[in-house]
T-cell receptor
Framework: RKEVEQDPGPFNVPEGATVAFNCTYS??????FFWYRQDCRKEPKLLMS???SGNEDGRFTAQLNRASQYISLLIRDSKLSDSATYLC???????????FGTGTQLKVEL | NAGVTQTPKFQVLKTGQSMTLQCAQD?????MSWYRQDPGMGLRLIHY???????DQGEVPNGYNVSRSTTEDFPLRLLSAAPSQTSVYFC?????????????FGEGSRLTVL
């Protein structure tokens, strides 16, 4: 089983739709969780950290479910500019290591 | 704001050649790292450093060397290039050596080994 698993997609949604991605992780000792966004042929950039209590940043909401070992990203009122690949990132243990998922591709269409 | 700067952006090598990918950051970050990104795989850590003079291996270190003589620079050396090293390479830095915070990435270096 991969340490971090994501549905690769693509998720094709119309503008204005709500879309949600899940990411599962295998190590119950994982401590920190992040969502990064990567545009085509560009570098990843931090979208948001994921806190135990859940957190929201504008149209984006991230949640953590430790019991089921997954994190989620919800995007409301999708924009064309949201089209990108969303990477789930998990930090496990005390080492300086982040594990990246392979990413979920989102395409927002007119 | 320069952030993390990588050079070159594109490179073609022949099998057996050596080269160095340069990475520099101007944010005074202690933590620096190199990742490679291949289709269908997540970013994989090659080497990392938590400060000048300190380096350590990541998940896929074979065939690569690093050094950290200054806080700003973290070059990645390919000793004898192989086709399996064809990839996109990203340098990343963070203010947090425990990786509790954001990783800042360079724009990437696309390497093809023939």
């Amino acid at each position: 089983r991969k340490e971090v698993e994501q549905d690769p997609g693509p998720f094709n949604v119309p503008e204005g739709a709500t879309v949600a991605f899940n990411c599962t992780y295998s190590n119950s000792a994982s401590q920190s969780f992040f969502w990064y966004r990567q545009d085509c042929r560009k570098e990843p950039k931090l979208l948001m950290s994921v806190y135990s209590s859940g957190n929201e940043d504008g149209r984006f909401t991230a949640q953590l479910n430790r019991a089921s070992q997954y994190i989620s990203l919800l995007i409301r009122d999708s924009k064309l500019s949201d089209s990108a690949t969303y990477l789930c990132v998990v930090k496990t243990g005390g080492g300086n290591k982040l594990t990246f998922g392979t990413g979920t591709q989102l395409k927002v269409e007119l | 704001n320069a952030g993390v700067t990588q050079t070159p952006k594109f490179q073609v090598l022949k099998t057996g050649q050596s080269m160095t990918l340069q990475c520099a950051q101007d944010m005074n970050h202690e933590y620096m790292s190199w990742y490679r990104q291949d289709p269908g795989m997540g970013l994989r850590l090659i080497h990392y450093s938590v400060g000048a003079g300190i380096t350590d291996q990541g998940e896929v270190p074979n065939g690569y060397n690093v050094s950290r003589s200054t806080t700003e620079d973290f070059p990645l050396r390919l000793l004898s290039a192989a086709p399996s090293q064809t990839s996109v390479y990203f340098c990343a830095s963070s203010y947090s050596t425990s990786l509790a915070g954001e990783l800042f990435f360079g724009e990437g270096s696309r390497l093809t080994v023939l």
